[in-house]
Each structure stands twice: as C-alpha cells, then as structure tokens.
C-alpha cells in the first residue's frame, strides 16, 4: 500500500471544498482526516460531506492533531501568515493559497519561519499543473518558438459588489482583480518563459463598482530575457463573455493558449513552430503557417497538485511550487500598484 500524507484543511469552504478536497480525493498518496471551518455546524457538515474522520472550528484545534501531518490553508488572505506560522511551530507541512501573506515583507517572514522549523511550504498555483501550460512551458524551453518576445495574458470574471466579502476588502484580502486573478497570470508567465520580470509598470483602476480594490487591472512586465508581457485581469467582465488566455509569441512561432488556464484542466493550444525567418517580405501578404497538434492528457489540476507536494514530503523531492515563488510574484504585484499609485516604472 502506498504511503500516504495525512491532511487537514484550515478553511474547508469555498475553494477547498469546490476543488481542492476534490482534487485530493484523487490522489493515491493523500487521504484527508480533518477539517475545520469557523462553526462547528459548517465544520461537521463539511466532515459528513467528505467523510473525514475529524470536525474543527479552531486552527488551534486542528493543529494539535497528531493525526495530521499537513495542512492546506485556504482561509481569508489576512489570516494566512499567522495560520502558516502556527502550522510550522505544530510541525506540519504546509500548502498555502496565494497570496502567501498580506504583503511580500510578511510572506518571506513565513518562509524563514518554515524552514526554521524544518517544514515545507507550497503556494498553491495550480495552474502550473494544467496540461496545456506544461507543454507550453516544454516547447519554449525546447526553443521551438525561438526566442521569446511577446506575452499576453487575460483572466477576468463578474464579480460585482458583495457587502461583507473579504475579497472586495483592501483591509482583508490586500487587494481585488490583480491580487485574486491576475497572480495566476504573473506567476504563469515567468513560469512558462523560464524567466523572472525586472521591470514593471501597470494601471489598477475601480471603474465598474464601490468595493475599496480594484475591479480592473492592466500590468505591463519587462522581462530578463527581453521579452514584453501583458497581464489583465478583471473583476468587471460578464462571466459568459470573459476570455481566460495565455499567448506567447517568438521569433519563430507562437503558442496561443484558449482557455488553458481556470479552475478546470482543457481549453485548446495554438501551436505554430516556424523555424529561422528569412529577409524581409515587402509584400506583407498575410497567411498562417503550419499549425503543429500538441497531445497532452488533460485531468485534475488540483489533484496534481496535493499529489506533487505529498511525494515532496513522503520522499524529499524538490517542491515544484515553493512559497518562495509566490513570494517574488507578489513583489511584482507590489510594484504594480505603486506604479499605478505613483505614476512611474518600477525597477525590481
């Protein structure tokens, strides 16, 4: 029998209960054992949903379990830090929803506390684990689109005012459509170019409703290697027309992703590898190249995910999304809003 993680999760509704539980149901390394909401009654009916053995209505509680070996924490943004820090000191493994904190400063502080305590910390960027972005990642590697220079991505949803939701909260959530959505984005473009951004300049407006965060975000990334990318993301755009894209275009092709990222591994991938380009063609008649069919095996993000970091710590493997990545990306999002905020280029 294959060994398995024991799991808590801090934080069982919402997400958790949407997708992650889900996921983790699938994982042959993973079994969950306990569960914890803010009431007992929440608490117990998310236990009795998913059969764990055990009902929480306390972090505390939970992490004094010795049944649980790690803990997936998807409460709201401001409890993250204190939440992982407790979970270090308890001795668990931890997988943290991103933001990892409510600031860059404060998520690093999370980081040293793990590794201190000698426990390992995943961000939960699951997107990372999508069919289509891995083999985007793999053909940009491989050079099949040459040298990259050009990045666009698109992650938006209707999501209008809501009294008392802490997403729509500066105070509670750190920030809206950038910090919610466009992180997914921010994160996936180093990842698949293999390449940190180093300049950053962005526009961060409410444009559309009255929540203190912004409903609508544009955030423009240089790159080390060179390349120029695009982020949008948005709170304010009707859910059946919102497009979720990535697209990346080199010098000798491109990879147009159409809905490859979300919650749900599928969408389609526009491949063209073109090889060198020649002179200059002074008729600029405009036609399509070969389009290359890339085969992957679509499944389950999250399950990918818990199962990832399970082997991490069952066997010692490199974590394939440590915090400290999140850490970075929220260093971008920093600088974008003071970019916004102050009106200028933000060197990283």
Known sequence: ?????????????????????????????????????????????????????????????????????AVYIASPVFLHAKQAMAAADAGKHILIEKPLAMTAEEGQKVVEHCKEKGVLIAAGLMMRFGAYVQAMKKAVAEGKIGRPVSGYAQFTGWYPDMPGNWRQSKKNGGGG??????????????????????????????????????DTSTVLMRMEN??????????NIA???????????????????????????GGKLDAMFLGKQGGYDAQQDKKDGQRTQIQVEFGNMYAREIESFSNSILTGAPVEVPAEEAVQVQRIMEAAYRSSDEGVTVKL
């Open 226 to 235: 060179g390349a120029q990318c695009v982020v949008q993301s948005n709170f």
């Open 177 to 214: 459509a950038m910090m919610d959505m466009g992180v997914h984005c921010i994160d996936l473009m180093q990842y698949i170019l293999g390449t940190k951004a180093k300049d950053v300049a962005a526009f961060n407006d409410t444009i559309s409703f009255r929540y203190d965060v912004e």
């Open 1 to 69: 029998m294959t060994k398995k993680v024991r799991w808590g999760v801090i934080g069982a509704g919402g997400i958790a209960d949407r997708r992650t539980i889900p996921g983790m149901m699938l994982c042959d390394n993973a079994e969950l054992v306990a569960v914890m909401e803010i009431n007992m009654e929440l608490a117990e009916k998310c236990r009795a949903k998913w059969g764990c053995k055990k009902a929480y209505d306390s972090e505390a509680a939970l992490l004094a379990d010795p049944e649980v070996d």
């Open 239 to 265: 859910d059946d027309a919102a497009k979720w894209r990535i697209e990346i275009f080199g010098e000798e092709g491109r990879l147009i992703g159409d809905t490859v990222i979300g919650q749900v591994d």
